[in-house]
């Protein structure tokens, strides 16, 4: 696998925000975005990757592979395992933008190798559009729409 550098992809991006970065690597995919919070004990199913939770936004979508965009978790503490468990039943999101990390989140994305990022600016749910090809980098803090 070729790894682009950061001056190559700025080059073929159509716009860069610069994060805060959370959790460590690089991935890219096609963004799926929401304004609501995500619980990922109680919003999204282990096993397909899809969103279950009643009256969401993005019930019914798939987030495997997808760039996860959402302004913050919440629930539960056991939401940093269901993460987990997506990554090792190979469901889970290609990365994480939030508009602010909170533990839970950050949690599952390090424990999981999930790039993430927050705190972008300019802010990604405002920005992003689902659909959008994105990439991530949870090292340096950029998120390149492409």
């Known amino acids: ?3 682009l550098t950061n001056a190559w992809q700025e080059r073929i991006a159509i716009r860069t925000l610069k994060g805060r970065p959370i959790s460590r690597g690089q991935a ?10 995500i619980s990922f004990l109680g919003s999204i199913d282990p096993d397909t990757g899809v969103v279950f939770e009643k009256g969401h936004e993005l019930e019914g979508e798939d987030v495997t592979g997808k760039v996860l965009v959402f302004p913050s978790g919440k629930g539960s503490t056991v939401g940093s395992y269901v993460m987990y468990q997506l990554k090792k039943n190979g469901t889970a999101p290609a ?6 990390a909170e533990p839970i989140v950050v949690v599952g994305a390090i424990i999981s ?8 600016k300019p802010d990604a749910i405002d920005t992003i559009r689902t659909g959008d090809r994105v990439r991530v980098n949870g090292t340096s803090g950029a998120v390149y729409i492409l």
């Open 1 to 3: 696998m070729h790894i």
């Open 28 to 37: 890219e995919g096609e963004a799926l975005v929401t304004t609501q919070s």
């Open 95 to 100: 990365a994480v933008i939030n508009r602010s």
């Open 113 to 120: 190798d999930i790039p993430m990022v927050d705190s972008t």
